[in-house]
């Protein structure tokens, strides 16, 4: 086996874990604020719909910060929150699961706030970027 061999069969290896890691994290950040098309719509979506409780950035207002809960809750549980709505401490989260545009774009909300949970794009506005 000849060095140009293994690199190239190195290489390969790597392609094949890098592919998924990426595609598992759904969205792509280019030069800080760009997001990938469904991404971007995740943003709009957010924009529209919880910004106004929630804050610009996700940081938290009269609900709580977005971010951090990601991070501490699964993916299961904040589409439960986000169709049945919660009642808790800090005041009342309406339920989504009559508005069809949540609903349908509940995966690309995800992305757009997964983006903001790893910290992959900053306190800044978001611009529609390349796929
Ligand atoms: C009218 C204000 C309001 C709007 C609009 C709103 N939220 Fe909330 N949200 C809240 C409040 C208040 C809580 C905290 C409830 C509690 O006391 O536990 C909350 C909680 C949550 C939680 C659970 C967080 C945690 O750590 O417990 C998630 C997830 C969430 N909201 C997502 C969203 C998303 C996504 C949208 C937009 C589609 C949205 N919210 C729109 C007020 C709002």
New binding site residues.
């Given amino acids: 086996m000849n060095l140009r061999f293994t690199v190239f069969v190195f290489f390969c290896c790597f392609g094949l874990w890098f592919e998924p890691a990426q595609a598992q994290a759904g969205y792509k950040v280019t030069e800080g604020n760009k997001l990938d098309p469904q991404t971007y719509r995740g943003y709009l979506?957010?924009r529209n719909?919880?910004a106004?409780?929630?804050g610009t950035f996700a940081q938290g207002l009269?609900?709580?910060n977005?971010a951090?809960?990601?991070n501490?809750?699964s993916k299961e549980e904040?589409m439960q929150?986000?169709f049945k709505g919660?009642?808790?401490?800090?005041?009342?989260?309406?339920g989504?699961q009559d508005n069809p545009q949540?609903v349908n774009g509940r995966e690309q909300?995800y992305s757009y706030?997964r983006a903001r949970a790893d910290n992959a794009i900053g306190p800044v506005m978001p611009e529609q970027g390349p796929k």
């Fill in positions: 979506l957010y719909w919880c106004r409780c929630h009269a609900g709580p977005l951090n809960s990601l501490q809750a904040f929150v986000l919660k009642k808790g401490r800090t005041g009342i989260m309406p989504f949540i909300l706030l």
